[in-house]
């Protein structure tokens, strides 16, 4: 009788297998080993700019980057992400400037280039070198790294160590700046109220479980009832010898401190923070520095600031790149021309009080600041409608789709999402009115488990990178009767609409909404989406517009998914 054959049980193959699988994973080694040899050790030149036709004497944008990763995360940028903004503000002409340009613009009164960027990266974490350096070299920009002294004791491989930061700064690509001596937390209160000792920042395992605390230098220490535990004395001593502790640090790894000082709690000094605190703070930083970044929030520096009170923009990660061009715009109060991406699909919409870029299978649109933004689809004059797609952004705005949406704006039937919450109304002759009271979001993976109706979609589905608070939403008009479906659970169907709103385009929406968010500006993503028409018998369709993936590109998409996974694990194992 014939054994069956048990491929389990074929070790010859199955090592075949592993061998393929550790050469591949080698060969992702090798391409990282490189990049970091070119990083630290093959470091081309920076060509320094002609100054000699430098005429700005108005002032300058600063941008402080939080670190860089290969795929970003919720605090992390990409490496794509930051190039993009790169390369936007070099296609707009900034020219990005040193610490001694600064100095000598306030102290000799020296001119600037004509759109002046001093650039910089926090934190000195080492994968932000590995993955910006050679964007530095591509545009020929220079860059100011900051970094806690205390880091450069720890061997923490995480952050740059004296070595590493001493051949950057050889390139001319690099300037050293400083973050201050540790990243410690004081005075803590968790979301539950609980008070919480001194921790360092690798005890703070998970920041968003904070609901309140301050930094090493920027308070008194204080008990759980906010009453200072130290006196006046003992605060400036505590204070003070931190400052001697950072200067000692960084002469002794880098022969020097550096020149600039971004302090940890921006805005804090000389505002919120005690005085007598804020006091000490001012002595020892003009002492240290030569100049300081105070204040954050705004990007423009005018020839009026004060060196030790300068301001920068911390892009946040969740941040397009039209946001930081609108963000820029707004502060300097300039023109800006902003990305558009594909010129195809740009064509087929109209944007009011916002821009739009069309990046792949994307619609990114922003709003201008504390502005209602709409993007509207010029041939979308159809009775009856049809929408699906997956929307997402921050919780700080709206995202929205309107139906029927008249010229003027004064009549439509709106679809929005604030907040993990859905909103449905309609607005006729200038006069808004709620549809259905409003409901929260279900779960997109609660309602894959239970749905068993969404498996048609789901199996159409590549491993995309999620939007932030990412809907799957499918919206249908047809005569006076709406209904939605929300990641494939049933919201509202056969709800009835105002038959006075008969005609109208399709168009999406943006807006920042009050509350107690710093950003004016709201970034609203609309991807894989689909906008057909439904004929009088609403058998058939007709697609208006799709920015879906076609079969060919989710194939190509998946293989560099792939590719970015392996890089990854070796990344993380090796």
Not at 9 to 35: G, M
Not at 211 to 233: K, L, V
Not at 415 to 443: H, R, W, Y
Request: aromatic share 10%.
């Amino acid at each position: 009788m014939k054994r069956k054959y048990n491929e389990v049980l074929d070790y010859e193959k199955k090592n075949q297998r592993k061998k393929r699988r550790s050469i591949f994973q080698l060969a992702i080694l090798a391409v990282i080993v490189f990049l970091v040899f070119q990083t630290f050790v093959e470091m081309n030149r920076y060509d320094a700019p002609d100054q000699t036709e430098w005429s700005n004497k108005k002032g300058f944008i600063a941008l402080s980057y939080p670190g860089v990763s290969r795929d970003g995360s919720d605090s992390l940028f990409a490496k794509k992400q930051l190039q993009k903004q790169l390369q936007a503000l070099t296609d707009q002409g900034y020219e990005t400037i040193s610490q001694q340009d600064i100095l000598d613009y306030y102290n000799k009164k020296k001119p600037l280039p004509e759109k002046a960027l001093f650039l910089s990266f926090e934190d000195g974490r080492t994968d932000t070198s590995v993955f910006v350096h050679p964007l530095l070299k591509k545009y020929n920009y220079k860059a100011t790294l900051l970094s806690f002294a205390n880091k450069l004791e720890t061997n923490d491989k995480r952050f740059l160590q004296p070595e590493h930061l001493s051949q950057m700064k050889k390139s001319g690509f690099w300037e050293l700046g400083s973050n201050g001596n540790r990243l410690t937390y004081i005075n803590i209160f968790n979301k539950e109220g609980t008070f919480l000792p001194i921790r360092d920042d690798d005890e703070v395992l998970n920041k968003s479980e904070i609901d309140s605390y301050n930094h090493f230098s920027m308070d008194f220490i204080r008990d759980q009832y906010s009453i200072p535990i130290e006196n006046r004395t003992e605060m400036e001593k505590r204070i003070t010898e931190d400052y001697e502790q950072m200067r000692k640090v960084y002469e002794k790894q880098l022969g020097a401190t550096p020149d600039v000082y971004m302090i940890m709690h921006a805005n804090a000094l000389y505002n919120t923070a005690n005085r007598l605190v804020s006091d000490i703070n001012d002595k020892e930083i003009r002492k240290t520095f030569a100049m300081h970044f105070n204040l954050e929030g705004n990007t423009y520096n005018t020839n009026g600031n004060d060196l030790y009170n300068l301001t920068r923009v911390q892009p946040a990660a969740s941040w397009s790149t039209n946001h930081l061009l609108m963000k820029i715009q707004n502060d300097k109060k300039g023109k800006v021309e902003f990305v558009r991406g594909n010129e195809k699909q740009a064509k087929q919409w109209k944007a009011a009080e916002g821009v739009a870029e069309f990046d792949g299978n994307t619609i990114i649109l922003t709003s201008k600041a504390k502005k209602q933004s709409h993007l509207v689809l010029n041939e979308s004059g159809n009775k009856d409608i049809q929408f699906t797609g997956k929307v997402g952004g921050t919780e700080e705005g709206q995202q929205a789709v309107f139906l029927r949406r008249s010229n003027d704006g004064d009549a439509y039937i709106k679809v929005a999402f604030e907040n993990d919450q859905l909103i449905i109304e309609e607005k006729v002759k200038g006069q808004l009115k709620e549809l259905l009271e409003t409901k929260a979001i279900p779960d997109a993976h609660i309602a894959e488990q239970n749905d068993s109706q969404s498996s048609g979609r789901k199996e159409k589905k590549t491993d995309e990178e999620k939007l932030a608070n990412e809907k799957y939403v499918e919206i249908t008009l047809k005569d006076n009767k709406l209904a939605i479906q929300l990641n494939d659970k049933e919201i509202v169907n056969n709800l009835a609409v105002n038959q006075d709103i008969q005609s109208g385009k399709l168009a999406l929406g943006s807006s920042w909404v009050t509350g107690d968010f710093n950003d004016p500006i709201h970034d609203a993503y609309f991807s894989d989406i689909a906008i057909t028409s439904l004929d009088k018998n609403h058998a058939n369709q007709t697609a208006l517009f799709t920015n879906e993936r076609g079969n060919y590109q989710k194939i190509i998409y998946t293989c560099i998914s792939s590719i970015k996974s392996a890089m990854n694990w070796v990344v993380d194992n090796f």
